[in-house]
Structures are given as C-alpha cells and as structure tokens.
C-alpha cells in the first residue's frame, strides 16, 4: 500500500501506514453471498480506519466510509492500528499496538462486516496482552497467532538500541527457537551479526531483518544494507566472499530491503515491496525517503525450487503524482499463499 502525506512532511507518518485487509476472506468460502467489495485500511498513528470501495469500480478505488479514532477510543481504548483481517462470523478484526496514550495494549477492534461501526473488543475486559503487531488464524484448528513489536510511544520516532538495553523489545533469553515466546521486532537483536555495522547505529549489531528476501539453493540479495557502497562496510563473514552489488532494476538502483511478501496461489509469483514504517526507514534507509519505495517480482520454480527475480517487473512509488510514495503491504484481489485464511 503507497502512502503519502502532504501534511506531514518528507520520511514522516502517513495516514495509511498499515496493513489492509478485505471485508471478506476465504473463511467465507462456503457463502455464496459473500465477496472482496471493501479494502479496510487501518492507520497506524492517527487509529483512523479508511473503507474503500473496491467493488464498484475494481480500477478505481473510492473512499466508501471513514471510521474516527475517537469511536474506537471510546468503545475499545484501543489505538495505533496494524492488521485487519475478516473473521468467519463475518465481522472484522483489526489489532492493536497500544492504547490512547502511546503505551503497549495488544487488543483487538470488531467491526460489524456490513456496516462497518465499531463493535467493541474481541477479547473479554482485561485480557489484551501487553504488546500487539500483526496476527493471523486458522480456523481449521481452533489457533490464533498474534506477534508484537513495542509499545507505540517506544517505535513511533524511530529504532533506539537503548530501549532494547531497557526491555522496551522483548526478546526471548539468548534467541532460543524452542522458546515459547519470540518479538517481532528482533531485528534489533537476534537477527544482528556483531561484524556488521550500520553509521545509525554508532557501535551496534546492524539489523539485518531486511536484507535477504529468501533463500533458494543460494541466497537471493535484493538491496540492503550490505552492498558494495553501501553505509555498511562488512568486515568478517563466514558466508560471504564480498559484499553482495546494488540491486539494479530496469535502471533503477533499489533503496531500501525486502519487506512485505504476497505469494500467488499458484505458487509462481513472489511480490515484494521494500518500505516498513517511514520512521525506520528515514533512520536506516534515506534514500528510500527521497526516492520512494518499489515493488518487485520474484519467480519461484515449483518444480526444481529456486527463487529469481524477474528483472522486467518493477512498480515504482516514486513516481506517484503525490510521491516519493512508501509501498508497505499488498494483497491480491482473489486471494494468495501467504496472507489468506483458510487456504
């Protein structure tokens, strides 16, 4: 999802920074009656939710309704909203990173499916956890994963490695994978290599979280931090001879690293964009301000395996009339493999 604001200035919040979700999804399967007509756009700082008419006219998008944070803060005490995603009874969930304030609140606003007018809260009175972030579920066992990053007050104005020092990130131990619990927001730990380091980050593990998209027989490097000319000079590796070069697509030098992934269902098509939150991105990746953000497209053998990017697609934000634009989320109009419920 692109987003811009002229209110707010260059690398600075937008008004969709978030994650979409449909009014209906593949847990609906079995209703006829049912279908994708509604985008639900939650906002991650503002907590306003956008519902845009996708239905009518499918190649032009209309705001059908606005729903202000005061209804939601006032019903819910919910606010900073990330991911939406239908339930089965045909209401809409959508998670929460904290409460009016700023401070953690992991809790979750319906929506009524049809109407759009906010519910109340899925879970019972006093029972959100401490941090929220993304979500997903699976109907066919009963299981809901929920994940978390920080409490808003901690992330909105960028990555402190000093909150990580103060417990603001919770990371499991040493990085344990048998670890019942696991942060969201580990790039500021698990995933760093003390051999790597980021000028952002005087003296601290550079984030690595977004440098490699996935890994076929090799590893497949789209942009980062870590190329050749790059912020980072990468002084020891066991797994690399040289830093990776700039990621070049149809002549334009990619800012940025891999961040959100949709695979279509027929498994053949990988399309990532390259934007997380405008804040990080201003800290890590500034080029990625000046420039917007991308959309690329991976091909994946289903026969053989291996990943290869198709070096003829490239979607770029930075040339919206409003832009440079920040791409973070996607989804497929007819479903796919890696957001969908119930596939």
Sequence with gaps: MATKCGNCGPGYSTPLEAMKGWNTCSSCFGDSTKSRTKLVLPSLISSRIYVVDVGSEPRAPKLHKVIEPKDIHAKCELAFLHTSHCLASGEVMISSLGDVKGNGKGGFVLLDGETFEVKG????????????????????????????????????????????????????????????????????????????????????????????????????????SIVKGGPVQVLEDEELKSQPEPLVVKGKRVAGGPQMIQLSLDGKRLYITTSLYSAWDKQFYPDLIREGSVMLQVDVDTVKGGLKLNPNFLVDFGKEPLGPALAHELRYPGGDCSSDIWI
């Design 121 to 224: 809260t899925w879970e019972r009175p006093g029972g959100a956890a401490p941090l929220g972030y993304d979500f997903w579920y699976q109907p066919r066992h009963n299981v809901m994963i929920s994940t978390e990053w920080a409490a808003p007050n901690v992330l909105r104005d960028g990555f402190n490695p000093a909150d990580v020092e103060a417990g603001r990130y919770m990371v499991s131990g040493e990085g344990d994978p048998g670890a019942p619990q696991e942060s969201e927001g580990l790039a500021a730990a698990r995933n760093a290599r003390p051999d790597h380091r980021h000028p952002a980050l005087p003296g601290r593990p550079l984030p690595l979280l977004q440098q490699l998209a996935a890994w076929g027989p090799e590893a497949l490097f789209l942009g980062g």
